[in-house]
């Protein structure tokens, strides 16, 4: 079952070809470097940690199998690399200065696979992952988020070609790293909300094909929390499988619609706002993104408990202002400079004219109660929702990655602006409730 699944979502990912998950299996990754970059040297790229915790196997087992190996680019653990332009450069001159036929392996999580995606992607070549925790969505992802001159951007990229991820490995991983990852998988329960909401008002059509491969066994992937917790070896295949399969999904549709709702929206404006947890460390992309989508669950659920009309839509339209006076208002709640700037861009782009307006109220009046109830078969209720972010070691509080009640409201109304995507926020915000809404999150979370 489970490898119908991978095949079916590699069958139309257009990066990634190989993909292999489970306990013990590291002494594959041989066979898949020499089956997908036959005739190739190897650079593997690591950090000091990962580069003790399998990095140095990686090269052992490569060149045991008769793959040349290239110096290996490690960078230091402390402080923990970053995926920076000035890091971004290094890989890629490694790369460059290693020959023509040379492969990046990268043995990592985050951020040593996004500076090997990227710059493998500029210069052309493939590259294939080796993983050492399972935390995010964005190792299959194409893309990676690179920041320069203090600038956070995803730059387009190709996935990588093949991922081997021992799951003995995984599991050993700190476990924050995981709890991470998990929190970023089961937000998209609520962004498969988000998605539902879009396609019915026809922004976002749904994939049937990528729905089947990424929502339908989404429950099956984070139903055990606490064994995640624990360590255990299937509840880590299965995260790292879902995180993957979400991965291909993104490679399929080339938007990251089937990974992304308002949650990661919350998450960006959070890190916008550069909050800080507690102990003055960042509150990891996961972290942000589960108490995100405690937001969003809260947001979807209040929502549909309180009916929407015909009769509400001139309410409706009427509050809903003119440009200039919503740009006015996003100048004056957002920072100033890029930030501000690159919000109205995105919010002129979604901006409706009054029949417009008109017309997706009246989709929403007549469809709301068929709405409701498949957004609340999609949807884990908050209070369990809650319960199992806590299970699997997540923060499940706004104080603990370090958000404000103010950060909250900011990011309510903040992560409308920022995107042209279709998610509940704008629902909430069309239908006239977001100021309501907003400051009665605040109380709720
Ligand atoms: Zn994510």
């Not at 000091?48 to 090269?59: F, H, I, K, Q, Y």
């Not at 995105?346 to 989709?363: I, N, P, T, Y």
């Amino acid at each position: 079952m489970k490898n119908d699944l991978i095949t079916q979502a590699l069958s139309t990912a257009t990066d990634t070809r190989e993909f292999r998950v489970g306990k013990g299996i590291l002494p594959q990754t041989t066979e898949v470097f020499k089956s997908n970059f036959p005739g190739c040297a190897a650079l593997v790229v690591a950090d000091e940690t990962t580069w003790r915790v399998c990095g140095a196997e990686v090269e052992s087992l490569l060149k045991a199998g008769g793959v040349e190996c290239r110096k290996p680019l490690i960078f230091k653990a402390e402080p923990p690399p970053t995926a920076t332009y000035e890091n971004l450069c290094a890989v890629q001159e490694a790369l460059e200065a290693a020959g023509q036929d040379t492969r990046a392996v990268a043995v990592g999580s985050g951020t040593i696979n996004d500076l090997c995606k990227c710059a493998s992607d500029h210069l052309k070549r493939p590259y294939m992952c080796v993983a050492t925790a399972a935390s995010v969505d964005g190792y299959a992802s194409f893309g990676a988020p690179i920041t320069k001159d203090g600038f956070k951007k995803t730059w387009p990229c190709a996935a990588p070609l093949a991922i081997v991820a021992d799951s003995a490995i995984l599991a050993d991983a700190p476990r924050h790293l995981s709890a991470s990852g998990y929190a970023d998988l089961i937000a998209k329960v609520p962004s498969g909300a988000d998605w539902i909401l879009a396609d019915a008002v026809g922004a976002d059509p749904i994939r049937d094909d990528v729905w089947a491969t990424t929502q339908i066994p989404l429950r099956g992937w984070t139903d055990a929390p606490a064994a995640l917790a624990a360590g255990d070896g299937a509840a880590m295949d299965n995260l790292f499988t879902g995180l993957a399969l979400t991965g291909f999904a993104m490679q399929t549709t080339h938007t990251s619609r089937p990974a992304s709702g308002a949650e990661h929206l919350f998450s960006h404006c959070w890190e916008m706002l550069e909050i800080r947890c507690p102990d003055g460390s960042h509150p990891s992309h996961g972290d942000k993104v589960g108490v995100g989508a405690l937001s969003t669950t809260l947001l979807l659920e209040k929502f549909f408990s309180e009916p929407f009309d015909r009769n509400q839509i001139d309410a409706a339209v009427a509050a809903y202002p003119d440009f200039a006076r919503r740009e006015a208002f996003i100048r004056a709640t957002l920072p100033p400079g890029r930030i501000a700037d690159e919000a109205v861009e995105a919010s002129r782009a979604k901006h409706l004219d009054e029949a417009a307006l008109c017309e997706r109220l009246g989709v929403i009046a007549d469809r709301f109660d068929e709405l409701k109830k498949r957004v609340e078969a999609q949807l884990i209720p908050f209070a369990q929702f809650r319960e199992m972010l806590k299970a699997a070691g997540c923060p499940v509080e706004p104080a603990q990655i370090g958000a404000s009640p103010h950060d909250v409201l900011l990011a309510t109304y903040g992560a409308q602006m920022i995107r042209n995507r279709y998610t509940i926020l704008d629902l909430v915000y069309e239908t006239g409730r977001l100021p309501a809404y907003a400051a009665w999150l605040v109380g709720k979370l």
